[in-house]
């Protein structure tokens, strides 16, 4: 065991297997009632025993505060912790001596604890202080980019606003620009320059009016067909002549 165990070949010892070595020392030796005050001499200081109870201490505690496995109380244990939990029970007392004292030994005074705390504590101030820094650092570039968005927002609403008053504008203007009437007479044949949708004949049965209404008429201002036109003649590269026709305005500055 001693040959298996060197630290050469085991450098440490699980907290879960020491208790086990221990029952494996306590069943070689002869004397189990004086082994606990022996062990120096046993083994050393760096020997298989003194090792094994240095290990055990986390162990020894819970077997201390009565943890011993059952169905109720060891669900969340694993199977070599409870295992090592009943090795702890059917060691000798001499053994459990020397396991209680080490554990004492290394158990946290109240001082420690009270460090602990504080020390807790201290991190948590900490964590809280850091996360006060990032969420006050998100905060203000929020705030940046909200002013920066405001100020382009605004900007783009300048442009609009002064688009529409030019929209408006426009508007206003083409609707200064009056259809001129098929009464208007500046030229002697009317009815190539004039468009009215019902025919209208003088007395020698002459349409005194054209017939075909304007190609395309503007979105705003007098939208009325009937009027003077002007015709446009177009030829194509096929050789055929396609003819616009355009509505005829006359400009009236103060009219609306």
Request: charged residues 35%.
């Amino acid at each position: 065991l001693k040959i298996l165990t060197d630290p050469s070949r085991m450098p440490e010892i699980a907290p879960e297997e020491s208790l086990f070595y221990l029952r494996l020392i306590s069943e070689a030796d002869d004397d189990t009632s004086t082994i606990g005050g022996r062990s120096e001499r046993i083994d050393g200081k760096d020997g298989l025993y003194q090792r094994c109870i240095q290990a055990s201490k986390d162990i020894v505690r819970l077997a201390a505060l009565d943890r011993v496995p059952s169905k109720d109380t060891t669900k969340t244990e694993t199977r070599p912790k409870k295992n090592a939990l009943k090795e702890y029970h059917i060691l000798p007392n001499a053994i459990k001596v020397d396991l209680l004292e080490r554990a004492l030994a290394h158990a946290p005074t109240q001082t420690d604890l009270e460090s602990l705390e504080n020390e807790r504590n201290e991190l948590k101030r900490k964590q809280k202080a850091i996360a006060k820094k990032q969420i006050d650092f998100v905060e203000k570039e929020v705030e940046k980019l909200r002013r920066r968005y405001e100020k382009k927002l605004a900007v783009y609403e300048a442009k609009i606003e002064a688009q529409e008053e030019e929209l408006q504008a426009y508007t206003d203007e083409l609707s200064r620009f009056i259809r001129v009437p098929n009464e208007h007479r500046v030229a002697p044949i009317t009815s190539e320059y004039t468009f009215q949708s019902r025919p209208q004949f003088n007395e020698f049965g002459e349409n005194l009016y054209g017939n075909k209404p304007p190609s395309m008429l503007p979105r705003f201002g007098h939208r009325g067909s009937e009027g003077w036109v002007l015709r446009q003649d177009e030829w194509r590269r096929d050789g055929r002549k396609s003819t616009k026709v355009w509505p005829v305005y006359y400009y009236k500055g103060n009219c609306h």
